[in-house]
């Protein structure tokens, strides 16, 4: 299945309107862990005792509870501006996609509740776009 680039304004704009909560990652500049952790505890609101590693980044997002639900919601989470990041760092890149798949799973077996959902999103010529094929979770632990 491949999905047309759409643009990621309408789509976050139906998230919203939908009753979920929307939230930017926008990876643009970033070339390591450390700034990736940054980006993502500042783009995810993370609570101070979430560290800087794959395993606190992954319980933290299968906590959420900080983050605001609209009642009959749940998440959306837009990654942006990722390819760079992606190319500079492709092994900490798949481990993020895992992460995010974990946390994606996670909400979903849960059943009738809140779900999380993960777009990527990159700028072309044309400004922001929107998709990318759903990818099987891939479940495994990681450290650091």
Known sequence: MSLDPQPLAPALEAAE?????TVRLDLDGVRGKAELMRRC???????????????????????????PVP?????????TSWRGYADARPREWE??????????????ERGGGPELVVLLAEAGPSGP????PPRTPRLKRRRG
């Open 41 to 67: 505890g500042d783009a995810l609101r993370l609570p101070e005792w979430v560290g800087g590693n794959w395993d606190a980044l992954a319980d933290a997002l299968r906590d959420l509870s900080w983050l």
């Open 17 to 21: 309107a939908a009753g979920r909560t």
């Open 129 to 132: 776009v929107a998709g990318a």
């Open 95 to 108: 481990t993020l996609v895992e992460v995010l798949e974990e946390a994606v799973a996670f909400w979903r």
């Open 71 to 79: 009642p009959g919601g749940g998440w959306l989470v837009a990654v």
